[in-house]
């Protein structure tokens, strides 16, 4: 055994050994003592921990867990894919990836043999190793199809081949050998099933609790209503005898019906074709139907024994699916034909031969059926080979084959028969080439390794191999010679004639009850042979039928007259041309040659075992049954797998490998060793002083002899580990600190270093600050001091100057001074203010405002010569208004003359005035001063100046009504004319009229008040209307006051005294609107009233 082949993917010393952190032991070789106890005890301890592999060398022990669980991800798989075997714990991946690789690599042909008991998992772990092998292999089109109906192989064989038992819902009831075929790359090509040994009898009968085989019950739930009544078949599989029997239907979690999907998309991927799926589901049908044909005996007319068929519609149906006529059928099933041409005896069948004989037609067209179905399936995958062959293979490197084997193990039951004498047979042929392998394997490796073989005592089956198959001295060729021997044949003639051949009864691995006469375990219709994996009694009962496995030929006839579609093929024996009297094989035949094949085709490969073991027989996770896994240990021979393994050294490594895991343990080679890893394993194994012969030194090998070495290797290793961890944590920690320290150091350093340059720095900053403050302090100090000078100097100077000034002036003063009069002083300022002023009045002269008297402008001057300013301002406007007066002739004077008066006496006092503004003054409206005849009277009277002459309107005293008359002012006096005949009415002298007195309003009245009782004003005060009132008063008050100097004899007022004719009276002036003027007031005199409606 080798803990790791070749070198490791990983670096040697990171690898992680199978060693560590296992459970138990994870190599039973590594068992330390070796014994069974031991060895189931390791098992179990790696179940409860779900480590469900252990490895024996090469060999994986698989222990069934009956459990889901997390090993066979996809990421299993890329973690096991390219590791060596030991790098990881043991799994069915790791021995499968050993075997691709060294099937890829190195050319070798591999096979994967797995056996075990029914239930432990055999096939699962065939399905594991085609899992692992499709998810490694390439990829492309072609090989995902050749991958696919490789995979898709799986669910036909199930259904067809596997069955629910007792021990295992999904029995395998037949062996099974797949040969996959892969191209140079290591891409799949195509692969070959072979079958063994399918157990037909389960077709017609089955244990109570067991079921037919898968595809029954498959069909009956799943086929499509249509294809029902074509088959003619009900769903319920109680109505079917092969059905029935058991008394179970139904396995739980199964879907059947689900199941029939899938078996048939895997038909059709594996190239069945329609028709012949239908051919196949007839043929099911038909084998349900034949199942339920009951026969009966009745008295013929003539007095034999006769076969009648009960429900006869059943074999109606059968005929029509197989096409063949119900006389032939019913013929074949009741009647039996013996004997050659000519000669022919028919003999009618007893009701137990005809069933006898229904049964074993049921079984042939089943056993056939699924032989012709793996043909099939093997054409199909052979074809597909074929077509890559052509296209991938070109240079005839050939192909690499892998195959698996998933076969029945050993088994011992209360009573074994013919089957198991058969599957017992094919385990000591498998245990035998084990042996053979192992040992060729490890002699092999001796001889290249250069150590001297030792003759390694184990258990060799090759005598029961012999005892079973030895060619006419074998119980196989006693069973053959017995079948074929004419005469009475029986079981027991042949279990008489084992025990009566001397080769047999005298084999050490052959007991019976004539040979051990007092041994009652065995009885005396049973053998029992002592098989490496333990003793075995079996029963000869039925040994002589079931190896004769006879078809009658009326049977095989009436199948091949059959039209149906497939049944030539499956009995080419029942073809009358095919007149061979030749016996077909018997079963142990078959069986043998068909083992030497397989073994021949197992022996030129390089084996790769899965061993399965079932920890219970309820199925149930997590529960370990001791005993049952001793039971299987020992008849799956595992103990004598390890002490082969063990029979020469336990344990042997690669020199690199051994010494980088163990070289800490010798101070010659730790910490390293420079010379070959041969002479430092030496040096290491003198150093531990192991004793010569517990190991030996091969070419490229350490040999170990024994596990307890190994473990003591690993225990110093575990110690000096500990050990070296706490050294190198030291070495570590105080490599650590020291550069720890040594970076404090030079940080320490660095930071000093920057400090003081720091504190230089900053120190010479601060001198030269000062420096520089000093220098300038200095600097400044002379400056400021040269600059004191300089100015005291400057100032010397010009106080030098000065002085020469004031002396020289003084000087000059001082001779010049009687030349200067003394009150130039005054003369200067005097002169000063002159130029001041007529600057000023220069100044002025150019701004002043213009002659307009009403404009208002004047321009501002400096504050000196404010009250100036305004005195001149008056000046100028009065000046100005004398321009203005001088330029205004007497005629225009008397005009604005009389307008001013006007405004004086009228502006806002009467409404009439604002119109009265524009009107001009004329004064003489009716020429009156060329008026000759009015001279002539004027000179009388001293008239000539007349101011003003008017028609007017004079109010009567007495009635108030109006008449016009002539009023006319003159400088003397007013007069009131005529204004026809200028004769005067009256003539009041200016002195005697004492006022004037008009209205406020519009209107023209105007009355004149003259003084009472006068010569000429007897008659009282005089009542005008006028339009020109404001002339007239105008006029009158400026005659008054030029003639009497009267003031303001001009009186406004709405009422107002009269006097009339002595009396006096009220006047009162009233009007509606103020600024009306009206023409024609009306004067109403009532008594003392006078009302003037103006
Ligand atoms: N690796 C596994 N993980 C989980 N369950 C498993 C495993 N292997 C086997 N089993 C369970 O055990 C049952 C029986 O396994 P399998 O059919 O492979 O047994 P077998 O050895 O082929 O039996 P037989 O000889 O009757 O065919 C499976 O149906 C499955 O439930
Ligand atoms: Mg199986």
């Known amino acids: 055994m080798a803990l790791s082949n070749g070198p490791s993917r990983a670096g040697d010393s990171q690898m ?19 014994t069974e106890d031991a060895f189931v005890e390791n098992l179990q301890k790696r179940f409860k921990a779900n480590e469900i592999y252990t490895y024996i060398g090469k060999v994986v022990v698989s222990v069934n867990p009956y459990k889901p669980l997390p090993l066979f991800s996809q990421n299993n798989i890329s973690e096991y894919r390219g590791m060596n075997l030991y790098e990881l714990p043991p799994h069915i991946y790791a021995i499968t990836d050993d075997a691709y690789r060294a099937m890829r690599d190195k050319n070798r042909d591999q096979c994967v043999i797995i056996s075990g008991e029914s239930g432990a998992g055999k096939t699962e772990a065939s399905k594991i190793v085609m899992q692992y092998v499709a998810a490694v292999c390439g990829k492309g089109r072609d090989v995902d199809t050749v991958k696919e109906q490789l995979l898709q192989s799986n669910p036909v064989l199930e259904a067809f081949g596997n069955a629910k038992t007792n021990r295992n819902d999904n029995s395998s009831r037949f062996g099974k050998y797949m040969d996959i075929e892969f191209d140079f790359k290591g891409d799949p090509m195509g692969g070959v099933i072979t079958n063994y040994l399918l157990e037909k009898s389960r077709v017609v009968t089955q244990a109570p609790g067991e079921r037919n085989f898968h595809i029954f019950y498959q069909l009956l739930a799943g086929a499509p209503d249509v294809l029902m009544n074509e088959l003619d078949l009900t769903r319920n599989p109680n109505d079917y005898h092969y059905l029935n029997q058991s008394g179970t239907q139904q396995i739980d979690n199964i879907n059947d019906k689900e199941q029939l999907a899938v078996t048939q998309k895997a038909m059709q991927v594996l190239g069945f074709t329609d028709e012949e799926i239908l051919s196949v589901y007839k043929l099911l049908g038909s084998i349900l139907k034949l199942g339920n044909v009951e026969f009966n005996s009745f008295n013929t007319m003539n007095g034999t024994d006769g076969v009648k068929i009960q429900r006869e519609n059943e074999l109606l149906d059968v005929c029509d699916q197989l096409e063949c006529s119900q006389q032939d059928m019913i013929h074949a099933l009741t009647k039996r034909t013996i004997g050659q041409k000519g000669e022919k005896v028919t003999t009618t069948l007893t009701p137990s031969q005809a069933s006898y004989a229904r049964d074993a037609l049921c079984k042939a067209i089943y056993d056939r059926l699924f032989t012709w179905a793996i043909k099939t399936i093997n054409s199909s995958i052979r074809e597909e080979s074929k077509d890559n062959a052509k296209n991938k293979v070109r240079d005839g490197s050939g192909r690499k084959v ?14 074994n028969g013919f089957e198991q004498f058969i599957i017992n047979y094919c385990n000591e042929k498998l245990q035998q080439i084990f042996i053979e392998l192992t040992l060729k394997e490890e002699q092999e490796e001796y001889i290249v390794e250069g150590i001297e073989w030792t003759n390694i005592e184990f258990f060799n089956n090759i005598a029961i191999c012999d005892l079973i198959e030895k060619s006419n001295v074998g119980i196989l060729s006693m069973l053959d010679e017995e079948c074929l021997r004419p005469g009475d044949v029986s079981d027991s003639t042949f279990l008489n004639k084992m025990n009566t051949t001397k080769s047999i009864i005298k084999h050490p691995h052959y007991e019976s009850r004539s040979k051990c006469k007092s041994d009652k375990t065995i009885d005396h219709e049973s053998f029992r042979l002592k098989h490496y994996a333990g003793n075995v009694n079996y029963c000869v009962n039925g040994f002589i039928d079931k190896n004769n496995d006879l078809l009658f030929r009326d049977l095989s006839q009436l199948m091949y007259k059959c039209d149906h579609l497939l049944l030539k093929t499956l009995f080419p024996e029942g073809n009358p041309k095919h007149n061979s009297q030749k016996r077909p094989p018997t079963t142990a035949f078959q069986f043998k040659s068909s083992i030497a094949q397989l073994m021949k085709n197992l022996v030129c490969k390089d084996p790769n075992y899965i061993r399965c073991i079932k920890p219970n027989d309820d199925k149930a996770p997590n529960d370990f049954n001791e005993a049952l896994v001793r039971h299987q240990v020992r008849y799956l021979g595992l103990m004598e797998n390890v002490r082969v393994r063990r029979a020469g050294y336990a344990f042997r490594q690669s020199y690199e490998l051994c010494l980088s895991r163990y070289k800490m343990l010798c ?22 002083g192991y004793k010569k012969e517990e190991y030996a030194f091969g070419r490229t090998k350490i040999f170990i002899r024994n596990p307890r070495t190994l473990f003591d290797l690993e225990k110093r290793r575990h110690h000096r580990m500990h050990y070296l961890a706490t050294l190198i944590q030291k070495i570590y920690k105080g490599h650590r600190d020291c550069k720890k320290y040594q970076k404090m150091r030079a940080s320490v350093t660095q930071i000093a270093a920057h400090y003081k340059g720091y504190k230089a720095k900053s120190k010479y900053l601060k001198m030269r600050m000062s420096c520089i403050l000093i220098t300038s302090l200095w600097r400044g100090y002379l400056a400021r001091k040269e600059y004191k000078r300089l100015r005291y100097e400057a100032k010397c100077i010009w106080a030098v100057g000065i002085i020469k000034k004031f002396f020289i002036g003084w000087r000059v003063r001082r001779e010049y001074r009687k030349l200067f009069s003394a009150n130039a002083a005054p003369k200067i300022v005097a002169f000063m203010r002159r130029y001041v002023i007529s600057k000023y009045l220069l100044k002025l002269k150019t701004q002043l405002p213009s002659m307009s008297p009403t404009d208002k402008n004047w321009p501002p001057c400096s504050p000196i010569h404010k009250s100036a300013h305004l005195k001149l301002k008056d000046v100028f406007r009065r000046w100005r208004a004398t321009v203005y007066r001088s330029q205004v002739d007497e005629q225009k004077r008397e005009i604005l ?49 007349i101011h003003f002459a008017d028609v007017v309107d004079k109010v009567n005293r007495n009635n108030g009504k109006t008449t016009h008359t002539l009023l006319v002012l003159s400088s003397k006096s007013f007069l009131i004319m005529d204004q026809k005949t200028l004769a005067i009415k009256y003539r009041i002298p200016l002195n005697e009229i004492t006022r004037i007195t008009c209205s406020p309003y519009s209107d023209g009245v105007f009355v004149v008040h003259v003084t009472k009782g006068g010569e000429f004003t007897k008659k009282g005060d005089f009542v005008f209307i006028s339009l020109k009132v404001i002339e007239i008063l105008t006029r009158f008050s400026r005659a008054l006051q030029m003639e009497t100097s009267k003031q303001n004899v001009v009186q406004i007022a709405d009422r107002f005294n009269l006097d009339f004719n002595g009396s006096s009276i009220q006047a009162t002036i009233c009007t509606k609107n103020i600024h009306e003027i009206n023409p024609a007031p009306q004067c109403k005199r009532k008594g003392k009233r006078l009302d003037i409606m103006a």
């Open 16 to 34: 992680m050994s199978l060693l560590d952190n296992m459970i138990g032991v994870s190599d039973c070789v590594l068992l330390e003592p070796l």
């Open 402 to 415: 892998m195959g698996v084997l998933d076969i029945y193990g050993f088994e011992i039951f209360e009573g």
């Open 667 to 688: 101070p010659k080679t730790w910490p390293n060793w420079n010379g070959p890893a041969r002479e430092g394993m030496v040096q290491l194994f003198k150093h531990l």
């Open 897 to 945: 003359g009389t307008k001013v008066t006007a405004s004086d006496l009228f502006k806002e006092k009467k409404s009439s005035y604002p119109a009265s503004i524009s009107v001009q003054f004329r004064g003489d409206y009716v020429r009156l001063r060329n008026n000759t005849k009015y001279s002539k009277i004027a000179v009388q009277t001293e008239d000539q100046k």
